[in-house]
Nanobody
Framework: QVTLMESGGGSVQPGGSLQLTCTAS?????????IGWYRQTPGMQRQQVAF???????NYADFARGRFTISRDRAKNEVYLRMTDLRPDDTAIYYC??????????????WGQGTQVTVSS
């Protein structure tokens, strides 16, 4: 089982920056594979923001490319999302998502509880 805990959300003015952190804890065997960030606003589907595959390749949503940066510290089992030039439409709950790898295969997918990001003047 994998537990994901997000931190770093908050309120910021347009043009500001925030860094989100997701800390993963693995109980039992296995490890965290691909890991990344999604976001959701009321009434909308959860959308991918940035994701880092187990092999290191990463993908950004169009709205995130150039403004957001995903990075990972495998030793700490943490993934980060550095967000710059934030806009009001970036306001959302940001969720961490990760795959649980066991015996070289993804066996489960997990979500964190989410952290609120509010961009407002």
């Amino acid at each position: 089982q994998v537990t994901l805990m997000e931190s770093g959300g908050g309120s910021v003015q347009p043009g500001g920056s925030l860094q989100l952190t997701c800390t993963a804890s693995v109980r039992g065997s296995g490890r965290v594979g691909g890991i990344g960030w999604y976001r959701q606003t009321p009434g909308m589907q959860r959308q991918q923001v940035a994701f880092m595959a187990d092999g290191g390749a990463y993908n950004y949503a169009d709205f995130a490319r150039g403004r957001f940066t995903i990075s990972r510290d495998r030793a700490k089992n943490e993934v980060y999302l550095r967000m710059t030039d934030l806009r009001p439409d970036d306001t959302a709950i940001y969720y961490c998502n990760a795959n649980h790898i066991r015996l070289g295969r993804p066996v489960s997918n997990y979500w964190g509880q989410g952290t609120q990001v509010t961009v407002s003047s």
